[in-house]
């Protein structure tokens, strides 16, 4: 399938890992909820141009990941994690993620409310091969369908990548 050439690319992505190396140089100090957050510093109208050309897509998922990668170098506390929550296939809702231990982590994960539902995805959908992810730490990966029952549509997929 041939793509739109999007313009200003490689300037696009060089901004998007120069704002999340400058934005997030320390790791969080503050959490709420028991975790910490930052979205993905990009236009909607960019990822939306984008969506489906997976090479872009896989230049911005390995700099999510390297941010993640660094961030938990950081860390004070062994027990933290640090998470690159995917949202596909717009990424739209992607964002960076440290929770203060797993406990809060697995809490985030469980989603079952009359608003919202996580249904999780079996792991034979082999997402590390998928996106070609490489790390010299171990990942864990969840994959879960996501459906939010006051808006029209289907689900959407939200891929976690727990370091």
């Known amino acids: 399938m041939r793509h739109r050439k999007v313009r200003g690319l490689k300037r696009k992505l060089s ?6 190396q400058e934005n997030h140089h320390d790791l969080p100090t503050e959490f709420h909820d028991g975790y910490w957050y930052a979205k993905i510093p990009v236009g909607q109208t960019f990822l939306l ?22 961030l938990a170098k950081r860390r004070v506390d062994e027990r933290m994690r640090v998470v690159v929550l ?9 964002e960076l993620l440290v929770f203060q231990d797993e406990e809060v982590l ?36 969840y994959g879960f369908e996501e459906w939010i029952f006051d808006e029209e549509g289907e689900g959407r997929e939200v891929w976690m990548l727990v370091q």
């Not at 995917?86 to 992607?94: A, I, K, R």
């Not at 539902?117 to 171990?138: A, E, L």
């Open 49 to 70: 141009d984008i969506q489906h050309n997976e090479q872009i897509k896989q230049a911005i998922i390995d700099i999510l990941f390297d941010e993640a990668k660094r």
């Open 106 to 141: 697995q809490s985030f994960m469980r989603r079952d409310s009359p608003h919202q539902k996580w249904i999780p995805i079996p792991y034979v959908r082999t997402f590390i091969n998928q996106w070609g992810i490489r790390s010299d730490q171990d990942i864990r990966v």
């Open 15 to 20: 901004h998007l890992q120069r704002n999340m």
């Open 86 to 94: 995917l949202d596909l296939p717009t990424l739209w809702n992607s």
